[in-house]
């Protein structure tokens, strides 16, 4: 059972230390799982923000996390700092503090944003989901990298579908599991990677981790049956498939927290000359 944490905001790391990696983003740069007390927004110790920190201490040793993550957080509350968390106003004016603070001793960045600016299961609200992404990602980018400089890597990530848990309930949840996929899921992803790249920043292939698309290989998992890939790791790596009072939750659990911080390890510590990872596939919406 992963050990329940209380995040900080102080925007203070430890003197002294070798070098520190900033997390932002929403819930999921914060751990959260189903496993605690509303108090504690159920964030723990196995985000994959924790745990990308501890494969990069193998290339950085004594390396620091600092989260500044938010459940619920989207590109909006971001900037205007609704959600009324932060010394300096927002998250974003958080981070910004920080980075100009901490100038050189920030090793990377990693962010994951605009997930909480769709509706949960309303295809519906993609488009209008998306064009709040458009509008505020680019700038909470452009000042993220004024605050870091030229030369700090930042990183974003795509993200994973925990619609496909919805395979389990029939035809009609078969269909639907189909439609998040490439309705929704792909689309966003490759709104977000284009808008990340076109600021320069590199993405975690969180999509192609996940096995998003694949819905050919079968596997079997004990006590449900033989399902698709995608399906499959869903249901291990999520809460999207748990039973009441644990689930259905979209959040990943520890072993789908791992496969995150694995996909950004490998944007950030790729050997030299490495080929680039793929861009998710699937259509681009136009705003």
């Given at each position: 059972m992963p050990r329940l944490t209380q995040e900080r905001h102080d925007g203070q790391a430890s003197r002294g230390a070798v070098a520190c990696y900033l997390a932002l983003g929403d819930s999921l740069s914060t751990g959260v799982q189903p496993i605690g007390p509303e108090a504690f927004q159920f964030r723990t110790d196995e985000g994959y923000a924790d745990q990308l920190a501890q494969l990069a201490r193998r290339h950085m040793p004594g390396l620091e996390v600092v989260k500044f993550g938010y459940p619920g957080e989207s590109t909006e509350t971001m900037i205007d700092g609704s959600l009324g968390v932060y010394e300096h106003g927002s998250q974003l004016l958080e981070a910004v503090a920080f980075?100009?603070?901490?100038?050189g001793s920030v090793a990377f960045v990693t962010i994951d944003i605009g997930f909480n600016d769709v509706p949960t299961r309303d295809l519906d609200g993609l488009v209008l989901g998306m064009s709040a992404v458009s509008r505020n990602l680019p700038s909470i980018l452009r000042e993220l990298r004024k605050a870091a400089g030229p030369t700090t890597p930042i990183v974003g990530m795509t993200i994973y579908d925990p619609l496909l848990a919805c395979w389990l309930e029939g035809q009609e949840g078969r269909e639907?599991?189909?439609?998040s996929?490439?309705?929704?899921?792909?689309?966003?992803?490759?709104?977000?990677a284009r808008i990340y790249r076109a600021e320069g920043m590199a993405v975690a292939d969180v999509e192609g981790e996940f096995s998003t698309t694949d819905f050919e290989t079968p596997v079997s998992v004990e006590g449900i049956g033989t399902v698709p890939l995608n399906v499959a790791r869903i249901l291990a790596w999520t809460w999207a498939g748990a039973r009441p009072p644990l689930g259905p939750d979209m959040h990943a659990n520890s072993l789908g927290y791992r496969a995150i911080a694995e996909a950004f390890e490998r944007v950030?510590?790729?050997?030299?000359g490495a080929a680039p990872p793929a861009d998710p596939r699937g259509v681009a919406i136009d705003l």
């Open positions: 980075l100009r603070e901490h100038r639907f599991a189909r439609l996929v490439f309705s929704a899921v792909l689309p966003m992803n490759a709104h977000l950030l510590f790729a050997p030299e």
